[in-house]
């Protein structure tokens, strides 16, 4: 690439949406966000079963129009608390826009429960009109069985700010503030998460069982009050869906979110069950490669060779971008975009949040990027993976509000592609043959983190929202989490007793029921998509990109089954074991 800017670690900036809390602009939004209100809640006497076309259009546009305004709110507040989730003034503004999202909800419901209740004919004659808007439209009649009437809903509305919005934000803000103390070569340390769960990736084996131990002594002295927050998740995901809205189980409500057919999800996660055998042979491969008889839960990121490479912040971004580029320049262009809009906040700091992620906002706005990056190779492979999420977005940008995202399980789609691209360029000119060897088992250790592990998180899931229903304790729910642990990894690793308490610091099982699988779900996807790729060359890109640039405007199963893919089929999902097992045998083939 030319012209290659150098970039530098710096918070974010979040100018493109407001300059603070006190911008007059961003109390303006509010105030433009009710009067549009006002005057949408006009349309409620017009809508009629033979309710024009144009009118229903106007009515839709107006939705989205507000849709967008009240993002902004939103996500100006969410990413101005991620940046700080120790700031009270974030806090309180978080707090705020979610009453003030519940109350706009509540005065627009009526639109959605008619447009449920309109008879067949009508919604067909409706839809075949609504162009960008037509699948949006049919994933809300989608809920049909599972509405409620309007005061009921409106309740529920409200009760959420309270309620499960109020714990979630408790548990991140909990959690959030936790500095971890530990002895490194002598000299007392005080890391953040981040910089402490870097050390599990070190050769020293005692570092590594250290940086466990002391990660989990910190969540087991809050378990008794971290239990109960998620204790309480879990009653109102049962009392509001399965006791009120009448949905089967517990997951079948993120299967519908996602519209992705139950039948599909459990396939999916037998077909894993089937297949852990690949990683548990991993896992013995790797316990003779670093000296082992048998991995411990602190080994099973170890590194196979003593590789101290790191990248500055500025040489990954080259890095990941001419990545991109040789796969196809608009890719890297998407890429630089984010990062020329000073869209990323990479820096490490104490309050900030864990992880990463990747916000889109509205589709007139690039998307904002959280990295924690410390320069390791994975950071590297994290900036890829988010950079993509990226450029998903930007690939779908010219759709609706409501059309833009992608469901979940395909909103993996690029952020994992992306990580695989990186790691092919990092193969090709990497001459050092111990990196490469350390760059092939991480392969592996990120299949195994994405795939074996998210779908494990997801059974036991399934098997905790059953136990609290029937009285289960945080010490009963951290007893099956164990003897889920125990199932996941056989005989190939030793599971110390600490590791029962993992499930307490796993956010999404907090903040997204269920979400878990979508991760094993891409990179199965993509595990596919990448071996068309690679046997098709460029005759695959344009539907591969096909893919990206409808967003969330189509049904995954229509859009995929135009890509030759059939999520349905046990054997789709076989084949990416397959591939996951042909990896394995090529590391047992190395010199």
């Known amino acids: 690439m030319t012209d290659q800017k150098s970039y530098t670690q710096t918070p974010w900036s979040l100018a493109d949406l407001f300059e603070g809390f006190d911008d007059p602009k961003y109390q303006a939004t509010f105030d433009e966000i009710e009067q549009g209100v006002q005057k949408f809640e006009a349309f409620r006497e017009q809508l009629a079963p033979d309710l024009s076309e144009d009118l229903f259009i106007s009515i839709v546009s107006t939705y989205e129009g507000l849709v967008r305004r009240l993002s902004r709110l939103g996500g100006f507040a969410e990413l101005v608390f991620a940046s700080n989730t120790q700031s009270q003034e974030a806090q309180s503004a978080v707090a705020r826009v979610d009453q003030f999202q519940a109350e706009m909800s509540n005065k627009t419901m009526f639109f959605n429960l008619w447009w449920k209740a309109l008879d067949e004919n009508n919604a067909k004659r409706l839809l075949d009109a609504a162009g960008d808007f037509r699948y949006w439209l049919v994933t809300l009649r989608n809920f049909k069985d599972y509405t409620l009437s309007e005061p009921e809903e409106k309740i529920i509305n409200i009760k959420d700010v309270t309620g499960v919005s109020a714990l979630n934000m408790l548990y991140d803000s909990i959690t959030n503030r936790y500095t971890f103390k530990i002895e490194i070569d002598g000299e007392e340390k005080e890391l953040t998460r981040g910089e402490l769960m870097a050390l599990v990736r070190e050769p020293d084996p005692d570092l590594r069982a250290k940086a466990y131990q002391t990660l989990f002594s910190v969540y087991e002295a809050d378990a008794p009050i971290l239990g109960q927050i998620y204790q309480a998740i879990v009653r109102d995901w049962r009392n509001e869906n399965l006791n009120l809205r009448g949905f089967k189980t517990p997951i079948s409500v993120r299967n519908l979110v996602n519209d992705i057919p139950d039948a599909v999800i459990e396939t999916l996660l037998d077909v894993t069950k089937q297949n852990a055998k690949h990683f548990h042979r991993f896992f013995d491969l790797k316990a003779k490669r670093i000296g082992m ?47 020329d809009k000073n869209h990323v906040d990479s820096e490490v700091r104490k309050g900030k949040m864990g992880g990463a992620f990747c916000a889109t906002i509205t589709p007139d706005l690039t998307p904002w990027v959280l990295l924690n990056y410390q320069g390791r190779p994975d950071d590297v492979a994290t900036m890829a993976h988010e950079l993509g999420h990226g450029i998903h977005s930007l690939m779908a940008r010219e759709h609706s509000a409501l059309t833009q995202h992608a469901c979940l399980p395909l909103a993996e789609t690029a952020s994992t592609f992306g990580e695989m691209m990186l790691v092919d360029k990092l193969l090709a000119e990497e001459t050092n043959d111990a990196v490469r060897r350390d760059l092939l088992f991480r392969q592996m250790d990120d299949s195994f983190a994405t795939i074996l592990r998210q779908n494990y998180f997801s059974l036991f899931e399934q098997t905790a929202h059953e136990m609290v229903i029937q009285g289960a304790q945080v010490n009963d729910l951290a007893e099956a989490y164990y003897e889920n642990l125990k199932s996941e990894f056989g005989d190939s690793v030793i599971i110390p007793d600490e590791f029962r308490w993992e499930w307490i610091m796993i956010p999404h099982i907090y903040n997204v029921p269920f979400y878990v699988y979508a991760y094993a779900f891409g990179q199965l996807l993509v595990l596919s998509l990448y071996k068309q790729f690679k046997e098709e060359g460029n005759a695959f890109k344009p539907r591969y990109m096909d893919i990206l640039a409808a967003g969330g405007s189509i049904a995954p199963i229509d859009l995929l089954g135009k890509a030759g893919i059939d999520i349905t089929s046990a054997a789709f999902w076989q084949g990416g074991y397959d591939v996951i097992g042909d990896m394995v045998t090529t590391l047992e083939n190395l010199d």
Do not use: G, M, N
């Open 293 to 339: 008889d048998k991995l411990r839960r602190y080994d099973v990121y170890a590194p196979v060779e003593k590789s101290d490479k790191r990248y500055e912040f500025s040489d990954a971004a080259e890095i990941v971008l001419e990545s991109f580029h040789e796969f196809d320049p608009k890719f890297a262009d998407l890429a630089k975009e984010i990062l």
